[in-house]
């Protein structure tokens, strides 16, 4: 067996930002401290932070007054902050900066009176926050029997945007039906779509040709690592999405194969390797990097303004 690791792959610049800032929230103000659903998307993260005493929450009626809250990578919806306020909870940012980028544009767009088209899947912590910042503006689209099915009229002033962690491709193919069937709506001329998500799929996309089967390390929840397991299947190439080591089936492989290993944006380099390590106990396999560009994006703490 021979492995091939996808690079880059793993922790992308927003959720190395995330975690990193909760870290040092831990240190800083010490327990108890709540974050608003997930940090990130990754069973190994969420379950190590537990661990150490982070509560996670789902509403904000569980987080009691004057307590210090942490809004994850996604984002959170503006009730949230306003709810926050009014119970006297002290809040901290960690929403990824390109994420919050999409918040302002529907901002900006929605003051002008724009019908925004959002691009993104329904139920996503992402898409929530983003749709409800301008709830009377803003439609999702989540498959192209959507676009279909829009009802507007063409005088009307029409911008599309798109959730950060899609499939590079079918979102394309998305906008390019929404050309057609609105020529004069307004896409943005850079992608929402975040580049660790575009850098990652294209490494699939380059590699997956030379492997006999694909296994992304990420959790099921996790948007962009899954649209990491369609691309490969898109291309005729069997991927598996795998939470860890432990979820690895011998069965899969006969041991002669080529395995390429990549990482959805919110997985530990750590489960990674663990992945690797079993693959070499199991099957003698022997360990190859791939790298098909550099990211060099890193963001600031928020927590260093407070």
Sequence with gaps: ???????????????????????????????????????????????????????????????????????????????IRTAAIQKNIETIDATCPLVAKVHREVLRYAVENYTIILIGHSGHDEVIGTMNEAPKSIILVEHESDVYNLKLKSSEKLVVLTQTTLSVTETYSMIELLRKRFPNIICEPNS???????????????????????????????????????????????????????????????????????????????VVQDCVKLLQKNFNATVEERQTCTDSLSFRLPIDSL
């Design 1 to 79: 067996m021979h492995i091939f690791l996808a690079n880059p792959r793993g922790f992308c610049a927003g959720v190395n930002m995330a975690i990193r800032t909760l870290d040092a929230a831990i240190v800083r103000f010490g327990l108890p401290l709540y974050v608003y659903h997930e940090i990130v998307h990754n069973t190994w993260v969420v379950n190590d932070f537990k661990s150490r005493g982070v509560k996670f929450v789902d509403s904000i009626e569980d987080v009691p007054e004057g307590s210090r809250l942490m809004f994850s990578a996604h984002g959170v919806a503006p009730n």
């Design 192 to 270: 929402n779509i975040c580049y660790a998500t575009q850098h990652r799929q294209e490494a699939i996309a380059i590699l997956a040709p030379f492997a006999d089967i694909v296994l992304i390390v990420g959790s099921k929840n996790s948007s962009n690592s899954k649209r990491l397991a369609e691309r490969s299947e898109s291309i005729g190439v069997r991927s598996i999405l795998i939470d860890g080591a432990e979820n690895i089936n011998s069965d899969w492989f006969k041991g002669d194969e080529k395995v390429l290993i990549s990482a959805g944006a919110s997985a530990p380099e750590y």
